[in-house]
């Protein structure tokens, strides 16, 4: 089965009522879409629940795994655990229908959906924008790149405190308040 097609899921072959699927993604499953990536050896496991009614079928994503980040202060490598849940609903109408983004309308003729561009968007989202190793944070990790950057950052404070004693207008005004 190509991997593409992993992905598509037939409503003639889900019975009325829960259904549940796994599927492992890793790095060959990001690789179909065009962007580049802030992360590497991705291990996830995606349960996903789908509950078939006449006109509806809910989909339950839950992700659960690993992916490597790149610390955006040290550039040291460190595993991000990745915890997602997603609740989409597909119904049938008369046309396709994605304005509301937990909500989608298909067509009645539709007999497919492809879920890989959510699990991407659950997966994406999950990222934060800003990576820090937790052992920066734990104030654990040693290396020159923070020592250099706290250096910086002490001399960032003290040239803000020689600004604010320049004008001593300033300074009148806060007694003020």
Request: contains cysteine; charged residues 30%; proline residues 2%.
């Amino acid at each position: 089965m190509k991997l593409k097609d992993r992905f598509i899921i037939y409503f003639s072959s889900l019975s009325e009522g829960e259904n549940q699927l796994e599927f492992t993604i890793d790095d060959i499953f990001f690789e179909k879409f065009d962007n580049e990536l802030d992360f590497s050896n991705c291990n996830l496991d995606l349960f996903l629940q789908l509950d078939k009614k006449t006109s509806l079928i809910e989909f339950f994503y839950k992700i659960k795994g690993k992916v490597t980040l790149q610390c955006d202060l040290t550039l040291e490598s460190f595993d991000f655990n990745i915890n997602s849940e997603k609740k989409i609903i597909l119904k049938f109408g008369e046309e396709y229908n994605d304005h509301d983004e937990d909500i989608i309308e298909l067509p009645r003729k539709i007999n497919s959906f492809d879920i890989s561009q959510h699990i991407y968007e659950i997966v994406i989202l999950a990222i934060p924008n800003k990576k820090i190793h937790p052992k920066i944070l734990s104030g654990e990790m040693k290396s020159d790149i923070l020592d250099k950057l706290e250096r910086y950052l002490v001399n960032q404070i003290n040239s803000d405190e020689v600004n604010e004693n320049v004008d001593p207008r300033w300074n009148q005004l806060k007694k003020i308040i």
